[in-house]
């Protein structure tokens, strides 16, 4: 193909491939156990891809309504309901989308102005600042206190501005594993009461949460739901994150704004997984167990780590666990990251990469989403390390 020779000024220049499409090469190139890019390695229920069968064999095989397939927005409301105590209109209130991460940049678009500010806080899943400097807007870091990665809110409270138009939060936490407390909650509410900030609540691992902690979704406090766009993931709740299917709540006002920009970047999502999830969705054990399907995972994880030269303390929800190999080498993360996975045959991301002036604190990501059998190989190799 002969070279394109005109003018072309990038939308994002910094921007280069994602940390986890190129730890995940990475892994694959090197034959390493891939503990780096969050994703199940086991199946999703064989009874939900029954299901997503049947439903193509009946022929739901044509666009859904650009909301979503009102019955899927119904259950999803009654599980709102069930679950937070927050009642969601599933025809004003409630959309389905490609995933969480159109979920966001939907939003984010739909509301962010050139020269508004956003609040992040960070180390931030990295699709955020993106879709904020796409639309014109100016991120805020506020930086989560380690070890525990807490949120200092002082801290939040400066950085507020007349320019402020959002607060994105995420919790459970993606890459700490850090969760909100029912404190957290009220400060942000306290922050933004009165004021015109809206609020980013990104939930995707709303089940997956450890220790008896209770996930406080910003939809349980009435203030903060009014202002708020709520992203789930099905992706994260099934074991089906290849399917790229999510949904946002927002009061109709919010919603209203959503939809004018989601029905312009996919329309409308996949119409047989739709139904599919609709109908598997009235199994509510489904998602009252990932808790505890997941607590066991991470517990073997820990427990097989234990003997090795990392440190770390257990993560309190979401399906990664940070270590911290300072004791083993200074060099820094993204290096350590690459020479684990050539090296020990691991991979892991960097947690250095979720922070804009990539702050090294020598700590790696690993996912626990893995067959106990892929823990173990993956355990053994890291206790080798001297
Ligand atoms: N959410 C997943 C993670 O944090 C990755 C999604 C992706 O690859 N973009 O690893």
């Given at each position: 193909m002969p070279e394109f020779n005109g003018m072309l000024r990038s939308k994002l220049p910094q921007a280069g491939t994602t940390i986890f499409t190129v730890m995940s090469a990475l892994a694959n190139e090197y034959k390493a156990i891939n503990?780096?890019?969050?994703?199940?390695?086991f199946e999703c229920s064989p009874k939900l891809v029954s299901l997503v069968n049947e439903y193509m064999k009946k022929g739901f095989n044509q666009y859904a309504p650009m909301q979503g397939i009102m019955p899927l927005r119904e259950i999803i409301a009654a599980k709102m309901q069930d679950l937070y105590g927050a009642t969601y209109n599933p025809e004003k209130e409630i959309n389905i989308t490609a995933g969480g991460t159109e979920a966001i940049y939907a939003a984010i678009t739909a509301v962010v102005h050139e020269g508004d500010e956003v609040i992040i806080i960070e180390p931030a899943y990295d699709c955020y600042v993106p879709a904020i400097e796409l639309s014109g807007g100016i991120p805020i870091y506020v930086q989560l206190k380690a070890?525990?990665?807490?949120?200092d809110w002082e801290e939040v409270k400066k950085k507020v501005s007349h320019r402020t138009r959002m607060i994105m939060i995420n919790t459970p936490q993606n890459p700490t594993g850090a969760v909100m407390t029912e404190k957290d909650m009220k400060q942000l509410d306290n922050i933004t009461k009165g004021t015109d900030i809206l609020v980013l609540s990104?939930?995707?691992?709303?089940?997956?949460?450890?220790?008896g902690l209770k996930h406080q979704s910003v939809c349980r406090f009435p203030g903060l739901a009014e202002r708020s766009f709520v992203v789930f993931s099905f992706g994260k709740t099934y074991h089906a994150t290849g399917w790229k299917m999510g949904y946002v709540l927002a009061p109709e006002k919010l919603m209203k704004e959503f939809r004018r920009v989601h029905q312009f970047i996919v329309f409308t999502v996949n119409t047989p997984l739709q139904y599919a999830l609709a109908e598997y969705m009235e199994n509510k054990d489904e998602y009252l167990g990932l808790a505890d399907f997941y607590q066991q995972k991470r517990d073997y994880f820990i427990h097989l780590i234990k003997g090795s030269r990392f440190k770390f303390i257990p993560a309190s929800g979401s399906y990664f666990q940070l270590l911290d190999y300072s004791a083993i080498s200074k060099e820094k993360d993204t290096d350590y990251a690459i020479r684990l996975t050539k090296e020990i045959g691991v991979a892991s991301v960097p947690?250095?990469?979720?922070y804009h002036e990539q702050l090294d604190n020598k700590f790696l990501r690993f996912c626990f989403a893995k067959t106990n059998e892929t823990l173990e190989q993956a355990a053994e190799k890291l206790c080798t390390i001297k």
């Open positions: 503990l780096s890019q969050g994703f199940p390695n070890p525990t990665y807490s949120i990104d939930e995707v691992y709303e089940h997956i949460i450890f220790d947690v250095s990469v979720f």
